[in-house]
């Protein structure tokens, strides 16, 4: 019996501390685990904004940035993210230096071909025009990227997204509502190949929109001005447009942006899905 007893308390001190060892890897570990490598060395944006507590470039661009307004930084998806507000929007100046004896951002944007636009949002309905990320063209009223939403047609969760394309003489045109983007955090990706013509729109790392366009070619900018997120380049103060000036149906972004990424190439699927994964 006693024998039983010994192996009992000997059985009951292994569980333990089995259970404990156990326990201790939900605890931060005392030693450093291998880091996965970031998301920016998997991925090679020409912009890159993560938002944490400020809108630097994040990219080997480094392109200069300005907050215009009343924006500020809360709890994101990913650690911090921007909040936008009325009257208020970041400007993005191209640098025209090359980098490494390569291109410069600008020259790259100018004759930019493809593109991905991949970014987190958490927005509630629109009541006006929101531009969420423009290409300025600094002659014409609309730029050869403008993406934004759109009141009409529009519900409390589903989103209307267009896009404006032009390869500085002919234009293409997106105009889609897409499902559950609204009032909550959702990823998507705005992909174009000039290659093949086609444009594809993601939602959460899975296809949700595809058309073609079959004479529009490579996006190119011949005027290529300041870019902007969070407005569309003819609302701001002064206009980064002579085409325009500011429209009384076109407002401003007051939603969360977070993980804002910007390519000249159109991202493939697998990418897409390590993007909308980041945590």
């Known amino acids: 019996t006693m024998k039983k007893y010994v192996l009992y308390i000997s059985f009951m001190v292994s569980l333990t501390a089995l259970t404990s060892c156990f326990q201790d890897l939900d605890q931060d570990p005392a030693f450093d685990y291998p880091k996965q490598p970031p998301i920016l060395d998997y991925v090679k944006p020409k912009l890159a904004?993560?938002?944490?507590?400020?809108?630097?470039?994040?990219?080997?661009?480094?392109?200069?940035?300005?907050?215009?307004?009343?924006?500020?930084?809360?709890?994101?998806?990913?650690?911090?993210?921007?909040?936008?507000?009325?009257n208020s929007y970041i400007l993005i100046t191209p640098p025209t230096t090359p980098l490494n004896g390569g291109k410069s951002l600008h020259d790259v944007l100018s004759n930019l071909?493809?593109?991905?636009?991949?970014?987190?949002?958490?927005?509630?309905?629109?009541?006006?025009?929101?531009?969420?990320?423009?290409?300025?063209?600094?002659?014409?009223?609309?730029?050869y990227i403008d993406l934004f939403m759109e009141p009409g047609n529009s519900t409390q969760t589903n989103g209307r997204f267009k896009l404006h394309l032009s390869n500085g003489t002919k234009d293409g045109w997106v105009d889609k509502i897409i499902p559950e983007t609204l009032g909550k955090w959702v990823h998507l990706v705005f992909r174009y190949d000039a290659t093949t013509g086609k444009f594809t729109i993601f939602r959460n790392g899975s296809?949700?929109?595809?058309?073609?366009?079959k004479t529009l070619g490579g996006i190119a900018c011949p005027n290529l001005g300041t870019l902007v997120i969070g407005t569309l380049p003819f609302q701001t103060t002064p206009p980064l447009t002579t085409g325009a000036g500011a429209q009384g149906w076109a407002g401003f972004y007051k939603g969360q942006l977070d993980q804002f990424y910007f390519f000249n190439e159109p991202i493939n699927d697998v990418q897409i899905k390590t993007l909308a994964s980041e945590k």
């Open 49 to 86: 904004f993560t938002f944490e507590d400020n809108s630097e470039d994040m990219s080997v661009y480094k392109a200069t940035t300005q907050v215009v307004g009343n924006a500020s930084y809360t709890q994101g998806k990913v650690k911090k993210a921007y909040q936008g507000a009325d």
């Open 207 to 213: 296809e949700v929109h595809s058309q073609e366009f």
């Open 113 to 143: 071909g493809s593109f991905s636009i991949a970014f987190w949002m958490n927005a509630e309905k629109p009541t006006k025009a929101i531009g969420l990320f423009s290409l300025t063209n600094n002659k014409g009223f609309w730029s």
